[in-house]
């Protein structure tokens, strides 16, 4: 019997309408994901498979729950021995080193509030985090662009006591915790805390920043019963299953990994797969796909847009049962191709930094592709308009949780430090997300795009989603971001900034085709009046598209 029937009734659902209604989670008094599962898995099946850990280089490294256990005693000792404690905050970029899944565990057992931090971040980045958490130590890969970025900002950051790295090589310890060697050295042995020291469910555990589409980042909090939220995650979305190989294409210091990386998963007893790769290269990634013989799998949109432009029937995907998507919208031309090429369907979810997975693709029901899918139990969500109004199927509108009064698992506690953020985002019980969606007649819920994304051109609202999914259909572009234009008679025109495909070159006539292409596609006011090829799109360190970037430009005249 697994850990996860401990939190949830672990029943045969006949139908989503029996999911949505009846699933239950049972949430313990005190929950601490580090002592009730990983430690809990170490007591019970000690040489349980829980990580395996590869590069592109061939190296392998695969770690038992026993082994987590001990090794995250270790870190727990060495952080107290450092004068790290509960409440403390801690900012790790570790990219995809073992010490990143061993790090987020000591702190939890210990109460520490773990910030999840990209290597990509600039100084002014850093330093904009480490000042506005109070962070009190930074974890990091010893590279040395990495250090030197958290070394151009050490001495403006008056909390910062502590910088430990994570390398192979020598430390200059006068400057850095050498955090492998001084781990090494520190007991096995751990207690697990009693009265002050020990850790509530609504203590503060996790701290993420928002990936900065628009304005600076906002610290999105969690507190400990943020992990049992997504058992949905990863059981009924992911799939996932005990002793399986599940791989999500995600950074550590993204929210994806929280997402696919560490919780659900471990919960449910599956092998999370740790692929520390430096640059994504989507040969390397199809190589080591076939290699692992992996069960599920899960990458935001931009991976498999890369990966319909490859021959896959060169890869193994045989031993994969499920495929999942998240980050942003899949573009329905994905979908297809993806399922042409490999017999897999790929199920898209939809969540935020700020939550677990609200909405999904169940396996109760047909996948209608570019569509986020239904409700999560969890969560009440419906389309409103600004005021909190329920609106009718078919009408766009704000993606709201109704239910955030309950503060139901998964949801996020606030915005840390922002009342304006939170007064905003939580009115009168309810939660709006930021985002714009319609529902069909048959409770599929359909992406439109951020509410600062919405184009409004002639008196037509246009999503930027569903011309992007147009031009998407175009051999020649790879990647889109469609965004509003300024424009002295219309106000705002739309605008198509692509990056095309291998073979592809910038020129009048493809613009002309792309345009009769949209025209064709979908209703013909939608078109992209502008047309811009680039090498790159700007995005954020999680792989979202900043078309908040684009905007300012244009408006600046750039």
């Known amino acids: 019997m697994g850990l996860v029937e401990r939190y949830i009734d672990d029943r045969e659902y006949a139908s989503y309408e029996d999911f949505k209604a009846n699933y239950r989670l049972r949430i313990p008094e005190n929950f601490n994901f580090s002592y009730d599962i990983i430690d809990e898995w170490a007591r019970l099946e000690p040489d349980k498979p829980a990580l395996l850990w590869c590069d592109d280089h061939g190296h392998e490294r695969e770690f038992s729950f026993g082994e987590l256990s001990r090794l995250s005693n270790q870190a727990a000792n060495l952080y107290t021995q450092l004068g790290v404690g509960k409440g403390d905050f801690v900012l790790l970029m570790l990219k995809q080193r073992p010490e990143a899944w061993i ?14 931090a990209t290597f990509q971040l600039t100084p002014k980045d850093l330093e904009y985090r480490i000042q506005a958490a109070g962070v009190k130590m930074v974890m990091a890969v010893d590279e040395p662009e990495i250090v030197g970025h958290v070394d151009a900002v050490r001495d403006r950051c008056p909390t910062l006591q502590h910088v430990g ?55 999105v909090l969690h ?29 550590s210091g993204w929210a994806k990994f929280g997402w696919g990386k560490i919780f659900g998963q471990w919960i449910c007893g599956a092998v999370i797969v740790g692929y520390d790769n430096d640059k994504f290269s989507p040969q390397h990634t199809l190589e080591t796909i076939s290699r692992l013989k992996l069960t599920t799998f899960c990458a935001p949109p931009t991976i498999y847009r890369f990966f319909i432009k490859e021959d ?18 899949l573009n329905p031309e994905v979908f297809y191709q993806f399922k042409k090429a490999t017999g897999l369907e790929v199920t898209e979810g939809f969540g935020q930094s700020e ?9 109760w ?15 009440d969500v419906d389309i409103t308009d600004d005021e909190g109004n329920h609106l009718e199927d078919g009408v766009v509108g704000n993606v709201v949780v109704r239910n955030a009064w309950q503060h139901p698992a998964g949801l996020f506690r606030e915005y840390y430090k922002a009342p304006e953020a939170n007064e905003k985002s939580f009115r009168n019980g309810i939660y709006f997300t930021g985002d714009t969606a319609w529902r069909d007649g048959e409770g599929y819920y ?25 031009l998407l259909t175009h051999p020649s572009v790879l990647e889109c ?12 025109v739309v605008k198509a900034t692509i990056v095309l495909a291998r073979g592809y070159s910038p020129s009048d006539e493809l613009k002309k085709e792309l345009q009769n292409h949209v025209k064709h596609t979908t209703a013909p006011y939608k078109y992209p009046r502008v047309v811009e090829f680039v090498e790159e799109l700007p995005k954020t360190s999680s792989g979202k598209i900043r078309r908040v970037q684009i905007r300012q430009a244009d408006a600046a005249g750039k």
């Open 312 to 329: 896959l029937s060169r890869y193994d995907f045989s031993t994969i049962k499920h495929c999942t998507i998240a980050g942003e919208p």
């Open 103 to 116: 790090c987020i565990l000591a702190l939890i057992k210990i109460g520490a509030v773990c910030i999840p």
């Open 165 to 219: 790295l994570v390398g192979d090589g020598p430390i200059d310890e006068s400057r850095y915790v050498d955090f492998r060697r001084r781990m090494g050295e520190a007991s096995p042995q751990w207690e697990r805390p009693t009265g002050e020291k020990a850790t509530h469910n609504d203590d503060p555990m996790l701290i993420y920043f928002t990936s900065g589409t628009s304005g600076m980042p906002k610290m």
């Open 223 to 251: 507190d400990f019963t943020y992990p049992l939220g997504h058992i949905v995650t990863a059981k009924y979305w992911h799939r996932v299953e005990e002793g399986g190989r599940h791989l999500v294409m995600a950074d």
């Open 481 to 492: 971001a469609v965004t509003a234009a300024p424009d002295p008679i219309r106000g705002q």
């Open 446 to 470: 359909w992406f439109v795009g951020r509410s600062d994304d919405v184009i409004k051109c002639s008196g037509y609202r246009i999503g930027p989603f569903e011309v992007e999914s147009a």
């Open 365 to 379: 029901f047909p996948i209608k592709p570019g569509s986020m899918g239904k409700p999560s139990p969890l969560f």
């Open 355 to 363: 939550t677990n997975v609200m909405l999904a693709n169940y396996q």
